[in-house]
Each structure stands twice: as C-alpha cells, then as structure tokens.
C-alpha cells in the first residue's frame, strides 16, 4: 500500500528520490521508463486512468509524451 505521492517531472537524467510503487497516468501517451535494474521499457499508448504497479528509476523525457503522472511510494 502507498503511503505518500508525487508528480513524476520527466527527465532524461534525474531519478526519483523515493522507491516507487506505482505510477498513474492522468493523460494518454507513451512512457520512457528507466526502471531500478537499468534496464529501459518504452511503454507504447497507455491510456488515461491507468496506474501500472512498479518500481522505476526514472521516467525519461525522450519519447514520453505521456502527462499528469503520479508516482506512488
């Protein structure tokens, strides 16, 4: 369970600050993720509403055209 969360500002070299647990995605688009291993996902028209359970280290700027995301901690 969540106990706090965030606005995720897309970045192509700043992580997050916290361990994530889910990210929430308030407008469709694709996601550029960089998750904790390294390794990167392109995440290809997710739609509004969606919150995908996972831990990230980022969510890059290139690519993401996704918006209003939430990360949950």
Do not use: H
């Amino acid at each position: 369970m969540a106990t706090t969360a965030f606005a995720v500002t897309p970045s192509d070299t700043t992580n997050v600050e916290s361990q994530t647990r889910a990210l929430y995605v308030g407008t469709t688009g694709d996601i550029n993720v960089t998750m904790k291993d390294g390794g990167e996902v392109m995440l290809v028209a997710v739609p509004q509403g969606v919150t995908m359970y996972m831990s990230f280290a980022r969510v890059n700027n290139t690519d993401t055209s996704a918006s209003n995301l939430v990360a949950f901690v």
